[in-house]
């Protein structure tokens, strides 16, 4: 699979987040104006940068993402991720097999949380 230079990855925020559409400047800053949207964000990086990790200081990645999405008004925002995929093939492989494992448990998660 090809990477996404963070250029694209730009390029999609700056799509997404339009002042007076998705999102408002106000006297007391910033309002969103989605709400009510879950947001699953599913990604492959090259280290191992989850909760918890020995490189979780450094991830900017969700973060990052977390707080556009706060920007637009969306504050459930869930990841699913596979890291490592850099150090090599057998590790990537197990990484992708766990994420994709993982999807089962997340989208009953989401589909519990909707039909509350």
Excluded: C, N
């Amino acid at each position: 699979m090809p990477s996404r230079p963070a250029s694209q990855l730009k390029a999609w925020i700056d799509h997404l987040a339009v002042a007076g559409k998705t999102f408002r400047y106000t006297s007391s800053g910033s309002e969103g104006l989605v709400s009510g949207k879950r947001v699953l964000v599913a990604s492959g990086r090259g280290g191992v940068y989850s909760p918890g990790g020995p490189m979780a200081a450094s991830d900017f990645q969700e973060p990052y993402l977390a707080a556009v999405f706060r920007l637009l008004g969306i504050e459930d925002v869930e990841f699913v991720r596979a890291e490592g995929v850099a150090l090599g093939p057998d590790h990537r492989e197990a990484s992708i097999a766990q994420a994709l494992a993982s999807v089962p448990a997340t989208v009953a998660r989401v589909a519990t949380a909707l039909a509350a």
